[in-house]
């Protein structure tokens, strides 16, 4: 999983109209005499942008339309338009589609609790009867200090029957083993990201007037009712924000998996649509690994577009 | 100390009479106490033991070979452990560390900066095309890791670039969240008028940035610097396509190598375990000790 902020953006401008910038930009510069400068402060981010982001993306498409042709079996290989032979063969791969239903799987077990979690200590973090606010804090966010792969490969080691801390566990339910891995695996990216996203909803709770929670307390409201008539219903942009980070996270899931395939015979190496780029890259099929690319930005973007349409009509209606 | 009461009685207007916030102070029985900061001790064993427990297993003699459990047992080798792991291979460990802190603070560096100058451009200047730059940049997030990995490493090798320092270090000072969190706290925290001031003091359009906008903004930096290095210093994928040579890994490629050596090399196990101990050390004291600064981005990029 990455860290997928810049959403907070798609999130914001969309549930709440443009009018908000546009205001706050109130009486910008214009005039011809600034667009030289306005160039330069873009140059640079717009170079690397287009170098390493949109360059490769156009690469990729252009990419996804040819394929290699032999001239007999071991004829030098040439590159040739094949319009969309290759996404016809997307459409074919079951390796594919199985990927997605392995993260949608993945995202079943993982979101609804990693989420609800996180809501449930912002809440706790914010309520007035909590002692150690600021420990509890620290300590839930430092897992989000360790790169995925180091968490997968510890976790890997605990999950071990001779390393465990608990060896009657890891004993009893083999916690490598088909039944459990994906669980397994669940716990390690739960393990991160709770933390991070409690601190984006923990953020989101301190902009809750003093006053509205005040009143309420006047009006002999109890924390819990507080909590779910003031503070969910305030916060609900962040949590849709969390969800689309979890759904962009879950589908472009790689790291752990990868790390787990070394360890788990149970986890192919075709687990996640990344996966299944990567591998077919390693073929090396790159034209097929483009299509499969393009196809997932695709179908991320589709996501988390209806997702926030959804919550929108849920939320902000 | 508990921050979220701080925070509320702050923001709660303070009677004419001054002294301490109108909140209605009422005795709390020990239940109501007891019962959150139970449920959070609880959560937190479940944070922290894994980190307690490499701690622990990294301080063993030979992993496996003297008991699993969450304390001490024989010899106490932590040390001695720590130093076989950085002089294993000829220190590749530590170059690896290095090649970590070399990617990170470059990448985050220059993609602060680049991203700072792009927010504050779109922030303070109206031009033509404003609001469509911006939304591309912003759609650049939807973008799964294998495109732009792969389709990288294609372009790389027809330059025959691959398999060097520069593959990783330049693509990693692109950070599109950093242009829109910049946007926004320029927007919000660089007033019009103390531009209109340095521009009749003379001042170049590029002078009143660096020397007056910028400083208005470095909250924002912060939180935008933190931000890219976690991302550049967890970056897995794209080392993994493009490095071949072991000596440019960053420490998540080294450490997985190892890992998959297990059954080639004797010890590795423990290696990887007190590799991975002394990688994500760095990481958890430079987050504890800028955390309050995460606190501001975080509410900037999701709350505004």
């Known amino acids: 999983m990455t860290t997928t902020s810049p959403l907070a953006a798609t999130a914001e401008t969309t549930a709440d109209p443009p009018t908000r910038l546009s205001r706050r930009d109130a009486t910008p510069r214009r005039g011809r005499r600034h667009h030289l400068a306005v160039a330069g402060f873009l140059a640079p981010f717009l170079t690397v942008f287009a170098a390493f982001y949109l360059v490769p993306i ?61 809501l449930v200590f912002a809440l706790v973090l914010d309520s007035p009867f909590l002692r150690g606010a ?30 465990s801390p608990f060896p009657a566990v890891a004993e009893r339910l083999d916690l490598l083993g088909p039944t459990w891995v994906m669980f397994a695996m669940v716990n390690v990216v739960n393990w991160v990201y709770t933390g991070y996203n409690m601190l984006i909803l923990y953020s989101a709770l301190q902009a809750v007037p003093a006053e509205v929670i005040e009143a309420a307390t006047m009006d002999g409201a109890g924390q819990l009712r507080i909590a779910w008539s003031i503070k969910i219903p305030h916060i609900l942009p962040a949590l849709v924000l969390t969800g689309i980070f979890s759904i962009i996270g879950t589908l472009q899931l790689f790291n ?61 209606q | 100390m508990s921050t979220a009461i701080e925070a509320a009685v702050e923001t709660t207007p303070r009677p004419p009479g001054g002294g301490r916030a109108r909140r209605p102070v009422r005795r709390q029985s020990l239940l109501e106490v007891l019962l959150p900061t139970g449920f959070m001790v609880l959560a937190a064993l479940y944070f922290l033991l894994p980190l307690w427990w490499l701690v622990v297993a990294s301080s063993r003699e030979r992993t496996g070979s003297s008991g699993t459990g969450l304390w001490f047992d024989g010899p106490f080798r932590l040390f001695r452990n720590i130093s076989d792991v950085l002089a294993h291979n000829d220190g590749i460990f530590v170059r690896w560390l290095a090649n970590s802190f070399a990617y990170a603070t470059f990448g985050a560096l220059v993609g602060t900066l680049f991203a700072s100058m792009a927010g504050y451009a779109l922030a303070k200047y109206v031009f033509p095309g404003r609001e469509a730059v911006f939304n591309i940049i912003l759609a650049g997030v939807l973008v799964p890791a294998t495109a732009l990995a792969l389709p990288l490493f294609l372009l790389a090798s027809l330059v025959d670039a691959t398999d060097s320092m520069w593959a990783v270090l330049l693509p990693s000072t692109v950070s599109p969240f950093g242009v829109y969190l910049c946007r926004i706290y320029a927007a919000a925290a660089v007033p019009d008028e103390l531009l209109e001031a340095a521009r009749l003091d003379g001042a170049s359009e590029f002078r009143a940035f660096f020397t007056v906008s910028i400083r208005l903004m470095a909250p924002a930096l912060v939180t935008v610097f933190l931000f890219q290095f976690v991302v550049v210093w967890n970056n897995f994928l794209l080392p993994l396509v493009m490095l071949q040579d072991n000596r440019l890994y960053p420490v998540t490629l080294g450490l997985a190598t190892w890992n998959s050596q297990v059954t080639r090399v004797a010890d590795i196990q423990l290696y990887v375990i007190v590799g991975a101990l002394l990688s994500i050390l760095p990481l958890v004291i430079a987050f504890l000790a800028l955390q309050r600064f995460w606190r501001t981005g975080l509410s900037e990029g999701a709350v505004k």
Request: a positive charge; glycine letters at 6%; hydrophobic letters at 50%.
């Open chain 1, 58 to 118: 156009g690469y990729a498409i252009y990419q996804s339309f040819l394929k290699v042709e032999r001239d007999g079996t071991f004829g030098p290989a040439r590159q040739v338009f094949a319009g969309l032979d290759q996404y016809a063969t997307v459409v074919r791969s079951n390796d594919f589609w199985d990927s997605f239903v392995n993260v949608s799987q993945f995202f079943v077990l993982s979101i609804p609790l990693q989420l609800g979690f996180a």
């Open chain 1, 256 to 316: 752990e998996p990868q790390v787990f395939r070394g360890i788990s015979s149970a986890v192919s190496s075709k687990f996640s649509p990344n996966m299944v780029v990567y591998a077919t890259s390693n073929v090396p099929d790159y034209h097929l690994a483009a299509a499969f690319s393009v196809v997932l930005a695709l179908l991320t973007c589709v996501l988390s577009f209806l997702f926030l349409k959804l919550a929108q009509r849920r939320a902000f």
């Open chain 1, 134 to 163: 600021s420990f509890f804090r620290l300590a839930f966010f430092a897992p989000y200090a360790v790169p995925g792969v180091i968490a997968a490969l510890m976790w890997g080691f605990m999950y071990s029957p001779q390393l």
